[in-house]
């Protein structure tokens, strides 16, 4: 009897075992599977943070695949090129990958899966970073959701299929094609010093994303619709790093976040909008892929913003004068993450204080984030800069002043980041931006605190007055 050729699974954003759909897909062959991870130019497109948490998350991944009798091939080049040269080394005749929804992805995909199936290859792409495709969530007039709202009470009630079991054994080929070596990547290179710092507040790969969880659901989930809006109660999944790079899924995240709520978990349902609100940021994404880079709100296309500037640099080494606003931009520097609630602080003082663009905001995220995500991301600040959908209003200005009485009233918060002091973990956050942020910037444990750049009611009004100017100029 002939053997069953080899899949080659396409690892991507899905460095998990457990309810992958695109592994479960590739094991239903019969044959021995090739995990392969491809460095083409969506990876060398990376920023630092981001670029550096992926590595480690392969790192990590090559390591659990050889629990199961696997190991992790890592190639770079062209990805339609590389899977070519795979096929003809292996004599594999089916590639198989987990989608991905932004558009250079999309294009990547689509040319990858035609060229193949020209050569008579088997190609399946497979659903599991979202719990919904974009697709297939209409309104009623067969449209696209534009409100978050609506498109909360269209899913919140869909049927979520049941999580896929982790296998406990793949099975290798005969002989395993050549593999790079990670280290040979440098993916943290343009981390510099910061990587050592980071690595401390990082939870890296699918068993600690697991245990994430557990932890999460044994009592913060109680408290998190009143809690989660205050950095210093932690209160929060911190799950977002590990969803970014698929070491855990989103569907095991609804299951666990439904069964806590059917328990009487009072946080369990706000739990489960901000998983909704992710797949609202890609299904947007998807029917308007101009929300990555551009305004959504095209009318937007004439406002007056600033370029990168002055300001901005301050802005991104916490150097504002504004202690909520400086403590958040240590947490991003110092940890890869930063609290939502400091996220909309951060950004509104940017685009509404300082004038600027908040593309300027969305590329530095983009360059520090370790959960960062393409788009959430651009979500996230085109809500908070008022020209994206469902946005917040441009004249809601946050006042850090007064967000930091309301949700840091013991200043906890600002004084572990700008002070110092021990978190929960021991670490000490504030000392460690001194060793993570780059010597040219010349910032130690003796510089002065900065004054404020400008007064939150003269920021506040110039932004209102420019706001005015541009709506009666439309």
Known sequence: ????????????????????????????????????????DTVSGLGAAPK???????????????GAGSRLILRRGDALEVLQELIEETGATAVVWSRAYDPDAIARDTDVKSA????????????????????????????YYKVYTPYWRAVRDDPVAACLPAPKQIAAPQEWPRSDRLSEWQMGAAMNRGADVVRAYACVGEAAALQRLEDFLDGPVEDYKEGRDYPDRHVTSGLSENLTYGEIASRRLWHAGRQ????????????????????????????????LTR????????????????????????????????????????????HNRLRMIAGSYLTKHLLTDWRV??????????????????????????????ASPFFRVFNPETQGEKFDGKQSYRDLYLKGGEDE?????????????????????????????????EGRDRALAVYKGAKEQG
């Open 1 to 40: 009897m002939t053997k069953p050729a080899p899949v080659l699974w396409w690892v991507r954003r899905d460095l998990r075992l457990a309810d992958n759909p695109a592994l479960t897909h590739a094991i239903a062959s019969g044959g021995p599977v090739i995990p392969v991870f491809i460095h083409d």
């Open 52 to 66: 550096w948490r992926l590595g480690l998350g392969l790192e990590v991944f090559g390591k659990t695949l050889e």
């Open 116 to 143: 193949l199936k020209d050569q008579g290859v088997a190609v399946e792409s497979c659903a599991g970073h979202l719990l919904f495709e974009p697709w297939q969530v209409e309104t009623k007039a067969g449209g």
């Open 260 to 291: 806590a709520l059917e328990q009487g978990a009072a946080g369990a349902e706000h739990f489960l909008k901000e998983l909704v609100w992710r797949e609202f940021a890609y299904h947007l994404a998807y029917h308007t892929p101009r929300m």
């Open 295 to 338: 305004n959504w709100r095209e009318e937007w296309d004439d406002f007056n913003w600033r370029g990168d500037n002055d300001d901005a640099e301050k802005w991104r080494r916490g150097m504002t004068g504004e202690p909520m606003v400086d403590a958040a931009m240590r947490e991003l520097y110092t940890t890869g993450t930063m």
């Open 361 to 390: 905001g969305q590329a530095w995220f983009e360059e520090t984030l370790i959960d960062w995500d393409p788009a959430s991301n651009a979500m996230g600040w085109q809500w908070v800069a008022g020209s994206g959908p469902d």
């Open 425 to 457: 973990e021991g670490r000490t956050p504030a000392e460690d931006f001194y060793k993570a942020i780059p010597r040219s910037w010349g910032i130690t444990a003796d510089t002065p605190r900065p004054d404020r750049m400008i007064s939150l009611k």
